[in-house]
């Protein structure tokens, strides 16, 4: 990218002084593009697990526990990451980040046992952590206070972009390319390294704040921001639980439900999952923050419906079904949820702050598909996915009702 078409702040790659002019609007752009090549990194794997299963030989609660590598990474990462960013500063975050995906490409690439497999999740996972928290405080930075909604919404569009394309090139290539497993992870390396070119010449503020208190903590928000914390929580945790079951055990649903081996099926399942995420967003950007929390318990308590009804009935409908509502379940949930915080959390704390939101959806996001991984072996594939179906149903019911109770303690703006 030349300097002639983005052109940066008089100071180079920091804005020190206040009269600084802010960066123009592509640059906003420009900074939400880690974020989502990261998040193209994540979700790469999905439709390759079939061909690991097949070549390395493990049960579905294995597969599960390799995808629970990724939640436990990236949980251990958000313990860290946020704090380090608001003290430290957003690129001494994120470059590292950006080498640990560079570094799980390669061992995806060369992957011959179920240990290289964790292994490269957790870095995956690790670096996921970084970029939710610094990665999409940057883009709030980049933007400045008079572009914090836009900041908002690009910043969760770049999260559930990235996670969408990740499975669909996946699939794509691993039934078109030769040497899938290699190919898949080469063109992502390619993509990241355009992601440290931009994280580079990113013309971010000097960090200026978050000076108190233990380096590696659990992320937390300011006194005063508690709540739009636990309501973001209450939907955006179901709503990732549900993508995430999608992730690790919808291959293997197409396979033992539906009858169907297809990595490319697989992959345009997962990327309309997270288009739908997308589009959700988008669709919603007008309303009351309270209204879009509500709407996204309400898509997630629908896709398990949907979901219950998908493997009982063997219905590839309502299979897709799901994985659309429960794409739109999490988009809406995180952007309610980023929102609140943009509004209620000051940009010195505010990556801890985006830490602490997905710390608590991703916790759940960690347990519930291992758990169900493990039923399905045990009693069955459609055993195990209705009652995950059940339990998250009732889940996403109580983020709703937390939500309509808690509607007025917060600032509900459009």
């Not at 802010?22 to 079939?50: E, I």
């Not at 704090?83 to 570094?103: E, H, N, T």
């Not at 937390?220 to 508690?226: D, L, Y």
């Not at 990327?271 to 739908?276: I, R, W």
């Amino acid at each position: 990218m030349s300097s002639t078409r983005l052109p940066l702040p008089p100071s180079g790659t920091l804005r020190t002084r206040p009269d600084d002019p802010p960066p123009p609007d592509r640059w906003v752009w420009a900074a939400a593009w880690p974020v989502t090549a990261v998040f193209t990194l994540s979700n790469a794997a999905t439709p390759l697990y079939v061909l690991w299963q097949r070549d390395i030989g493990f049960s579905k609660g294995t597969l599960t526990l390799v995808f629970a590598c990724y939640i436990a990474g990236l949980l251990g990462s958000l313990l860290v990451s946020g704090v380090l960013s608001d003290r430290l500063g957003r690129k001494p975050v994120l470059l590292p980040a950006l080498g640990l995906g560079l570094a799980a490409c390669a061992i995806f690439a060369t992957a011959g046992s179920v240990a290289a497999l964790a292994v490269a999740r957790l870095f995956t996972g690790v670096a996921v952590g970084a970029v939710v928290s610094a990665g999409m405080a940057a883009v709030t930075d980049v933007a400045g206070a008079p572009r914090r909604r836009l900041a908002a919404l690009l910043a969760s569009c770049a999260m559930v972009v990235g996670a969408g394309l990740g499975p669909l090139l996946a699939g794509v290539l691993s039934d078109v390319a030769p040497a899938p497993t290699v190919t898949v992870f080469l063109v992502e390396a390619v993509v990241l390294v355009t992601a440290v070119v931009t994280v580079l010449r990113m013309p971010l503020p000097r960090p200026g704040g978050g000076k108190g208190g233990a380096w590696v903590r659990l992320p937390r928000v300011p006194r005063g921001a508690g709540t739009p914390l636990l309501l973001g929580v209450a939907v955006f945790g179901p709503g990732i639980t549900a993508t995430s079951f999608v992730l690790s055990l919808g291959p293997t649903l197409l396979a033992d439900v539906l009858g169907t081996s297809s990595r490319t099926v697989a992959g345009v399942t997962a990327f309309v999952m997270f288009l739908a995420a997308t589009g959700a967003q988008s669709a919603v950007r007008g309303l009351r923050r309270s209204a879009v929390l509500a709407a996204g318990a309400g898509a997630t308590l629908l896709s398990m419906g949907a979901l219950a009804i998908a493997v009982q009935a063997s219905s590839a409908p309502a299979l897709y079904l799901s994985a659309v509502l429960a794409g739109a379940g999490q988009g809406m949930g995180q952007l309610g949820g980023l929102s609140l915080l943009n509004q209620a959390v000051p940009p010195t704390r505010l990556a801890e702050a985006n830490a602490a939101l997905n710390a608590g959806g991703y916790l759940l996001a960690g347990t519930l598909p291992v758990a169900a991984g493990y039923l399905s072996d045990a009693a069955g594939t459609a055993v195990g996915a209705t009652v995950f179906a059940a339990v998250l149903a009732a889940l996403a019911l109580a983020g709703g009702v937390t939500v309509a109770a808690a509607r007025h303690r917060i600032a509900d703006r459009a």
